[in-house]
C-alpha cells in the first residue's frame, strides 16, 4: 500500500482494474449484445419469421395437443404463447420426473401453430448463449463460471468505489479532453467514460452482486432456515415465486388451459406471458399463468388453478415481503426486461460505453509505464503481456464476435453440432487474436486486427445477402427493422472500427526502434541494482 488514504485507493484502484479485466471486458461486451438477445436469436434462425393472426385459445390448443403427444407423464409442462419480444414463437418445454438418477430428462420445441409441428430452423447457439456467456463464461462448469464472475463483478465495484474516491475533481473531468498528449488523452478518455456512465456502472454492479448474494452469503439463508437444504431450496423458490406440490397418484383429466387463460385476461388484458402445468393428468395438478413484465421489478404477477377443477386458488399479485421486492427490483434493472426499444438501446450503448472504460483503463496502465522516447526502450515481460492482450482482447473480441455471425450463415445448415460449432469458431477466433500479436508488432497487430473487425462487420450484410432470401434493402422496403436493424448496426460497427483503425495508422508509422526490448524480470532486476 501507499503513505496515504488516497495513494492507497489510487494502488487499489490500479489494480483491482488491470489483474481480470480482460474478462470484465469480455463480460461487458457480451452482456451489452445480451439486452438484444431475443432480435439476435431470431436473425440468426432466418427460416423463422414473426406469427400473425393467431388467437391466444389457437396458440393453448396446439400447444396442449403437442405436450400430450411428447410427454404425457411429465411432471410439468410449459406454455409460452406467441405475440411478445421474449417469444416471438409459440414454445413448449417439458420436464420428467425426477429419477434416482437426478433430474428428469427435459425437451422443448418451437411449434407452427396451424399445423402443430416443430418449426424447421438451422441450430443454433443464438444470442441467448451470448447473454449466458457473460455470467457462466461458458466451457466451464457452472458453479465455477458463477463464482469467477462474482469475484470479478465485487472487484469491478471496488474499482468504481475507489474511482470516485481518487477523483477529487470528478465533475471537472467530464469535461476534460486533451487530444494528442499520449497517456494523459488515455486518461482523459478513460475519466470521461467513467463519469459518463457512473450512474449506470454502479447500477448493473451492484444489482449484479445482488444475483451471486445467495451464493457468497449462505449464513443469511441458514439464519433463517436452518442447515437443512431442502428447507432451504424450499424457501428461495417460494421466493422465486414458483408454486411447489406433490402428485397425488390418482389419475384425472386436465381442465381446460383455454377456460382459465380467460380468467387470465379478465384480470390483465392480453398479457400472458406464460402457461405452466405442474403434474397434469394427475389429480393434483395446478396451473400457474404469469403476466408478461411490465415494471422494473423481475416479479411477475401469476394466478393458480386448480388443474382438474379450473377454480382459481390463489393470485399472488406482489413480492411477499420489502427485501423480496428490493431485490427483484435491482435484478430486474440488471436484466432490463421491462425497457422499451428506446430504453433498450440506452442500455446497449451504456454497456458499450462501459466497456470503453475498462479498455481506456487497461490502455492508458501500459501507456503509461512504456519506456519513454529517446531512452533505451526496455519492457518487462508482463508488460508485453499486457500489451499483447490488450491487443487480443481489445480489438480481438470484436472480431472473434463478428466470426460467430460469420459462422452462422457459412456452416452447413444440417451440419451434426452446428450450434457448438458457432461457439467454438467464436473462441477459436479469439485465441488466433491473442496469439496474433506474440507474431508481429504490436502497433501493426492493432491496425491489421481493428481492419479485420471493420472488414468483417462491413461485410456481414453482404454474407447474410448470399446466403439467405434477404438483404438489407428489402428488409428496409418491407419494414422488417430486426433484420434492417441488425445489417445497420454491424455497418456502424465495422465503420468505427474503421475509423479507429485508420486514425491508428495516421499516428502510428511503424519505425527499427518503434517496439521496446524485452528482457527478462531478473535481469532488470540486476540493472535497478547496478543504478542504484
Known sequence: MKDTFRQS???LHTWAGLVFCWILYFMFITGTLGYFDTEIDRWMQPELRTVENITLAQSIDTARARLE???????????????????????????????????????????DVHSGEPLAARETAGGQTLYRMHYLLHYLPRDVGYRIVGVITLLMFVGLITGI?????????????????????WLDIHNLL???????????????????????????????????????????????????????GTPAPLGSLTAMADTAVEHWGDSIRSIEVKWPGDANARVIIRKSPQSISRFREQLVFDGVSGELLEAKTAETNAPQAVANSLIGLHE???AGPLLRWLYFVSGLLGAGMVATGAIYWVVKRRPKPGREAVASAGHRLVECLNVGTIAGLPVAIAAYFWANRLLPVDMAGRADWEIHVL?????????HPRLRSLRTAWIEQLWLGAAAFTLLPLVNAATT????????AAGDWLFAGFDLTALATGLLLGIAAWQLGRHWQPGPKSEPVVLPAATLATRRDITR
Open 336 to 338: 432490463g426486461l421491462f
Open 69 to 111: 403427444s411428447e410427454a404425457p407423464g411429465a411432471e410439468r409442462w410449459l406454455i409460452s404463447p406467441p405475440g411478445n419480444r421474449e417469444t416471438p414463437q409459440l414454445n413448449i418445454f417439458w420436464q420428467q420426473p425426477r429419477t434416482e438418477a437426478g433430474a428428469g430428462e427435459r425437451g422443448e420445441q418451437m411449434l
Open 9 to 11: 485507493m489510487t494502488w
Open 427 to 435: 473462441f477459436m477466433v479469439w485465441l488466433a487474436a491473442l496469439i
Open 165 to 185: 474516491v481518487i477523483h477529487k475533481n470528478i465533475f471537472k473531468d467530464f469535461f476534460t479532453f486533451r487530444p494528442g498528449r499520449r497517456k494523459r488523452s
Open 194 to 248: 467513467s463519469v459518463a456512465t457512473l450512474p449506470f456502472q454502479l447500477m448493473i454492479t451492484y444489482s449484479g452482486l445482488v444475483f451471486v448474494i445467495t451464493l457468497w452469503m449462505p449464513l443469511v439463508g441458514f439464519s433463517s432456515y436452518g442447515f437443512d437444504a431442502g428447507k432451504l431450496r424450499a424457501a428461495l423458490t417460494e421466493i422465486a415465486g414458483q408454486v411447489q406440490v406433490e402428485p397425488a
Open 469 to 476: 432470401d434477404g438483404h438489407l434493402l428489402q428488409s428496409l
